[in-house]
């Protein structure tokens, strides 16, 4: 069992007491230097339980200000990303894909400084939560690069497409002047026969994209998805096809105007050479023979007339008696 320094420092002073009575003075002045040491002791052992108390308080507060900073530390993260989100959102492509990796840089220094070169299965809870935003990062990076790219080919198609109506356009005008000038220089029958040769050319192309156009429908159903590059050369075949059905109907269309048209002119024709023709000869005996059965007959027709007229007023005359 061990003694207490206080009960021993007692026990020395009590005997060093005892020893001086008896005449020991140099014993009895060893005595009070062992109590004097171990007074000292019991002083730095009340000290020494002081400052123990002390810092198990220290430790509870120094616990409750760390517990303190992580909820401020998350608070300033949640800040920092609405942050980010709010430049992000209006920032250009290239401006989105230079944020995101100076954020997948901040995170790997992050995850580094944490976890070193230590292998995936011993990271802790908070390193996998780092690892796993780097990955989202440069998923958002590699989704912004394709879109890019694909805006980049859109633009490059869209462009192409534009030529191809631009082309289409003048080639259109071009085969009109020509119709209008054969029809100037060689007559109607040269610029009809002109237009049946594009319309039978419209129409070959129309079978031939249609064609294309269900080749295109084909491939696309085969899988039983459609991506967004299939379902844009079905547009674009559909495009075309269009095309060229429109142009079969423009030269059907004018193939028919010009026919009503060239029927209308010799009716026309037909009508002013008679005219031109009855004045030339003079009226025919067949149209004296009409031109007399008709002046009689409305001549019997006023006669008619008048003796209805007569026989109405004699009825309305009062009879006189003789």
Not at 128 to 145: F, M, S
Not at 257 to 282: Q, R, T
């Amino acid at each position: 069992m061990d003694i207490l320094p206080e009960a021993a420092l007692s026990e020395l002073e009590k005997q060093a007491n005892e020893e001086r009575k008896r005449g020991n003075t140099e014993y009895a002045k060893q005595l009070d230097e062992i109590a004097e040491k171990i007074k000292a002791l019991i002083k730095l052992n009340g000290e020494l339980s002081a400052v123990r108390r002390l810092g198990a308080k220290g430790t509870a507060a120094e616990k409750e200000k760390s517990k303190e900073t992580e909820e401020q530390r998350k608070a300033r993260e949640r800040l920092e990303q609405a942050r980010f989100e709010k430049e992000y959102g209006s920032a250009e492509a290239d401006q989105q894909v230079q944020m995101l990796e100076e954020k997948k840089a901040d995170r790997e220094k992050k995850l580094f400084a944490s976890a070193g070169n230590k292998p995936e299965s011993e990271y802790s809870k908070k390193e996998l939560e780092i690892a796993k935003q780097i990955v989202d990062l440069e998923r958002q990076r590699a989704e912004i690069r394709k879109k890019s790219s694909d805006a980049f080919k859109d633009e490059a198609t869209n462009f192409e497409q534009s030529q191809e109506q631009r082309d289409r356009s003048n080639e259109q005008r071009q085969t009109d002047r020509e119709v209008e000038k054969l029809e100037r220089e060689k007559g109607g029958e040269a610029a009809k026969k002109r237009m049946e040769e594009e319309l039978q050319k419209a129409r070959d192309s129309a079978e031939t994209l249609k064609a294309k156009y269900d080749e295109a429908i084909r491939e696309a159903q085969k899988d039983g998805t459609l991506t967004d590059e299939e379902r844009k050369q079905i547009q674009r075949a559909r495009q075309k096809l269009d095309d060229a059905m429109s142009d079969e109907d423009k030269w059907a269309n004018k193939i028919a105007d010009y026919d009503a048209k060239d029927h209308s002119n010799a009716k026309a024709a037909v009508a002013f050479s008679s005219e031109m023709l009855s004045a030339m000869i003079g009226v025919s005996p067949t149209d004296k023979a009409i031109e007399k059965n008709t002046r009689q007959s409305v001549d019997y027709q006023r006669d008619t007339y008048r003796a209805v007229e007569d026989i109405k007023k004699l009825q309305n005359q009062p009879v006189k008696v003789k």
